[in-house]
């Protein structure tokens, strides 16, 4: 058996290259049950004109690709912020093992604030979450990210 390895420090380069491209600065990385890297991205709205283009959709949709499923039984996410209720309708739709994130999201989450997706009756899968992953480094390039902005 292979110990735990942390993608969290892959999902903030991502966040940082977000950032760099004028994008909110979030990055999510998905590993398969063999520890393969499926896939690493980042938040691409701006660039592709998409709303729907969060790091997490983009790196479920990449890593289904990948698997040929709309499944990722047994992966695990890496996202350096809270999921929105979008995404975390998707990741529990895509049936995704263990979600690991950085920052919680206080205005948009959907894990912990708000709506808390995955304790709804309607939810289909509920992964086991893991929050606070590299929290003060997420949160630090969001504050530096907004502060730029003002």
């Given at each position: 058996?292979?110990?735990?390895?942390?993608?969290?420090?892959t999902?903030?380069?991502?966040?940082?290259?977000?950032a760099?491209?004028?994008?909110?600065?979030?990055?999510a990385?998905?590993?398969?049950?063999?520890?393969?890297?499926l896939?690493?991205?980042?938040n691409?709205?701006?660039?592709?004109c998409?709303?729907?283009?969060?790091?997490?959709?983009?790196?479920?949709?990449?890593?289904?690709a990948?698997?040929?499923?709309?499944?990722?039984?047994?992966?695990?996410?890496?996202?350096?912020?809270?999921?929105?209720p979008?995404?975390?309708?998707?990741?529990?739709?895509?049936?995704?093992?263990?979600?690991?994130?950085?920052?919680?999201?206080?205005?948009?989450?959907?894990?912990?604030?708000?709506?808390?997706?995955?304790?709804h009756?309607?939810?289909?899968?509920?992964p086991?979450?893991?929050?606070?992953?590299?929290?003060?480094?997420?949160?630090?390039?969001?504050?530096?990210?907004?502060?730029?902005?003002?």
């Amino acid at each position: 058996m292979t110990g735990f390895i942390s993608h969290m420090q892959t999902a903030l380069d991502e966040a940082r290259r977000a950032a760099e491209a004028g994008e909110v600065p979030v990055g999510a990385v998905i590993v398969g049950p063999d520890g393969t890297v499926l896939a690493q991205t980042r938040n691409r709205m701006r660039e592709l004109c998409d709303p729907t283009a969060h790091a997490e959709m983009l790196a479920i949709r990449a890593a289904c690709a990948v698997l040929g499923s709309e499944r990722l039984t047994g992966c695990d996410l890496y996202v350096t912020l809270e999921p929105c209720p979008a995404c975390a309708g998707a990741i529990s739709a895509a049936r995704i093992a263990r979600l690991y994130y950085g920052a919680a999201d206080p205005k948009s989450g959907g894990v912990a604030q708000g709506p808390r997706i995955f304790d709804h009756p309607q939810a289909h899968h509920k992964p086991e979450v893991y929050p606070g992953i590299g929290d003060r480094e997420a949160s630090e390039l969001l504050k530096a990210f907004f502060a730029s902005r003002r």
